[in-house]
């Protein structure tokens, strides 16, 4: 395909299915998503959507198995890249950090140590010439007095302090992508927005990619270009920023708004959306969402909606956006 | 618990002079160091350690190879001489024993008891060191093995069912039988019994060790090591086994003094080193026959085996506590 080469990361109907005592659960079931150099694109939906697990399929780190679907990255597949070659990719192009900065970093090792082992690893770097390197990078992510930071132990910085740890290790050589897993979620919500800043910057200034897994919608809407909303394992909706906010178009999207709270309008109760994500080992024939959906008609039960077109890139997968086949065009 | 515990000791752990010029808080060691002092019985059994690799190490130099103490010399006149007693007149001048007297008295063959102790403690601490070496290497391969690649399967089996049943095998055995089986077919050398007493004390560990290894694999910094790309054999030795290592650290100082108590019950029995070599267990095994007409024969060797046993037992209690993190909170 001649658009996989202009795309940094493209990924063609993903599957990924865990092993489990009830039998294979797919937890991704056919994701496509494309991610240009440069560009910010914003996976959300809620927990146990599989959006985490895609991330996670992306360095190959999941504990589900990819049973069908390519990963491409420079038009290489990750999907079946041998070992040494994916590790090349890990942290070399491919940046990654993640929700708990509490436990990401190794509690008996200095952070500094941390940080040079992967320069040293990647870049060939001396040990004096990476340990210059990360003063650099602890200063470049804005941690305070690095030479003393350097040294210290995990436990001894804050979560923030730590999650600024995770990026400058993320970011160490200067990767091409950059995925962020829930970067900010167990951050407290002043030290959110520092960081969120801070990736800002850092993807201007490097040009990264960056692939943000999230469910905090402003989160979303502050820092991404285009998004793509998960539910129950597919891609639902996905478009410019701009145009799934302002029209969403699947009703899960809809409702997914619906429930954010509005602080001009205070509510004694947010909208919820009613029923539960139907488990992964008993998906409906037709539509996810059906079971949930105040809009649902009757292809929805049996028949899965595949991704129609709103209005150029922005698409939804719903029957309410099938284009009525009565009204094509009939030649004269 | 803050009483003063004896001499501050010169033992300087893991110094960090960057770290101190700038006024950053204790590493791990420097912590477990602080909180381990403040058990007085674990400081005093460190204390008789301590003096027993000092004794070991000048007594294996002092009897083997500048021979000041000589336990082979026979002087029949002597036989059986109290401790503390002068050697009779009817000695030959080059037969004398140095300074004059007997510290431990002597044996049914006029040996000084005190030269013959020191080349056994010698036996003693390196039996117990070296087969502990041997089991520590042994129980962390199988166990880290079995907690890392466990998941992975090998015909019907997982290598963790392969590894870990072998364990329990292992165990079933009476293990005292067994090494009296193996060391009546091998010659008797200080190396087999080594050898015998690390394979066969190596269960507890490679349980210990697999069991934090199926915890350490959950853990989110392993996944962030691998997300950087680091190689598998560097997650484990350098970031998984370092923060296994507290429970194996514990139990080995235990079975260092396990091992000491069968090499000498090995002795004792009189399948141990071979007789002109002195250990604590055959000079105890010979003293048995005169236990009434010289007691110091027993008393002396099986003194210094309770005492070294007990000291081990409560360095590893300390350990123990040292490294509760709960038990560290209470006691700082």
Redesign the interface.
Known sequence: MAAEDSELLAIRNLHVDFETDAGLVPAVRGVDLNIAPGETVALVGESGCGKSVTAMSV?R?TEGRITAGSIHFQGRDLSRLPEPE???????QV??I???PM???????TVGRQIE??LT??QQLSASAARAQTLELLKRVGIPSP??RR???PH?LSGGMKQRV?IA??IACRPRLLIADEPTTALDVTIQAQIMELLRSLKQEFGMAVLLITHDLGVVAHFAERVLVMYAGKIVEQGSVRDVFKRAAHPYTQALLGALPDPLEPTLRLSAIPGRVPSPTMLPAGCSFCARCAHAFEPCPTERPELFEVSGEHRAACFLRRPPATFAPTPR | MSIPVGPTPVVELAPRPEAEALGIAETPAQQLWRTFRKDRLAMLGLYVLLALVAVALLGNLLTGWWVVFDPTTVRLPDKLLPPLSAPSTALAPELRPPFGSYPFGTDELGRSVFARMLQGSFVSLSVGVVAVGISLSIGVTIGGLAGFYGQRKLGPVSIDTLLMRFTDVVLCFPTFFLILTVVALLPPSIYNIMIVIGITSWMSIARFVRAEFLALREQDFVTAAQALGLPEWRIIFRHMIPNAMAPVLVSSTINVAHAILTESALSFLGFGVRPPYATWGNILADGRSYIFDAPWLFLIPGAAILVVVLAFNLVGEGLRDALNPKLRRRAS
């Open positions: 360095m780190l994916l590790r090349r990719i890990r942290g070399g940046g990654m993640f929700q708990e436990t990401s970093l190794n509690p008996v090792f082992e992967v690893l990647h030479e003393r040294l210290q132990y001894e995770m290790m993320a």
